[in-house]
């Protein structure tokens, strides 16, 4: 096993002036961001289109590496790294599209495909694979082709091969934006599971809705951190996320029109069924 980086914490990420520019780029998709994510907490990343939130979900898990400044993945400099075993168990990452990342001829074997390459003995590579099967509600797809599964089951099947390799944090970059509603609100039941039972969980979403019940949310702008702070501090303010080009949350905006013409509502409230509440209370 590779060495940690002295005094880096194990269930950390910790991104430490982070700077990435593609090649033949006139500007950097992010600049001097500083941040720290902590295991066992759910973040909600949002950001208009090329405002950097891809970029760093990639640079979390060493798949690409800072080209200034660095990323340290539960210990693990990433720009050392980014190829080893360490990075790729501690950090794991599911992409939009799921059809990117399915390699295997069933699903079964699509999810010990990750714990196979950690080179573990059989015997855990399948207690892991049932596991994960289980956890993500597919093992009654374990004999299926993966390429013949709608697109909410692929992604769970996606997520099932992340959850087998244990890691301390699933990224997720943007994966229920080619979802249906049932398959979206599945994925996020699975991801709270995830974080209840101690990952940190890293959504990349455009759905503001989703973010709700982040323990953090983070926007960037421009390649920088715009806005960090709790659902109700950062999406409870329709105006300054319009400024971001975020549409706001519909109910966030009829709050802001009732605080307006002098109603006094609690802090925080995000969802129709909190206001319908309050309206009734």
């Given at each position: 096993m590779t060495p940690m980086v002295s005094g880096a914490p194990p269930g950390i990420i910790s991104v430490e002036g982070l700077t990435y520019v593609y090649e033949g780029a006139d500007s950097p998709a992010l600049e001097e961001i500083?941040?720290?994510?902590?295991?066992?907490?759910?973040?909600?990343?949002l950001g208009r289109n090329g405002s950097g939130k891809s970029t760093l979900a990639r640079c979390l898990n060493g798949l690409i590496v800072p080209t200034a400044?660095?990323?340290?993945?539960?210990?693990?400099?990433?720009?050392?790294e980014a190829l080893s075993n360490e990075v790729a168990r501690s950090v794991a990452l599911v992409f939009q599209n799921p059809d990117t990342q399915l390699v295997g001829a069933t699903v079964e074997e699509e999810v010990a495909f990750g714990p196979e390459n950690l080179g573990l003995p059989s015997d855990r590579i399948r207690a892991r694979v049932d596991e994960a099967m289980e956890r993500a509600g597919v093992t009654d797809?374990?004999?299926?082709?993966?390429?013949?599964?709608?697109?909410?089951?692929k992604q769970l099947v996606a997520i099932a091969g992340a959850i087998a390799m244990e890691?301390?944090?699933?990224?997720?970059?943007?994966?229920?934006?080619?979802?249906?509603?049932?398959?979206?609100?599945?994925?996020?039941?699975?991801?709270?599971?995830?974080?209840s039972s101690g990952m940190g969980i890293i959504h990349v979403t455009h759905f503001?809705?989703?973010?709700?019940?982040?323990?953090?949310?983070?926007?960037?702008?421009s390649g920088a951190v715009a806005e960090r702070g709790s659902p109700s501090s950062v999406l409870g303010n329709?105006?300054?996320?319009?400024?971001l080009g975020l549409e706001p949350l519909p109910v966030s905006v009829v709050t802001r029109e009732l605080e307006r013409i002098?109603?006094?509502?609690?802090?925080?409230?995000?969802?129709?069924?909190?206001?319908?509440?309050?309206?009734?209370a």
């Open positions: 500083n941040i720290e994510f902590s295991r066992g907490k759910s973040y909600a990343l400044g660095r990323v340290v993945s539960c210990g693990h400099d990433t720009s050392r797809l374990a004999e299926r082709q993966p390429h013949r599964l709608s697109q909410g089951q890691p301390d944090f699933l990224v997720s970059d943007e994966s229920t934006s080619m979802l249906d509603y049932s398959s979206r609100q599945r994925v996020l039941e699975l991801f709270e599971e995830l974080r503001l809705e989703e973010a709700v019940t982040a323990d953090e949310v983070v926007v960037l702008e329709p105006e300054r996320l319009r400024a002098g109603h006094r509502l609690p802090r925080g409230v995000l969802t129709a069924g909190e206001l319908v509440a309050w309206l009734y």
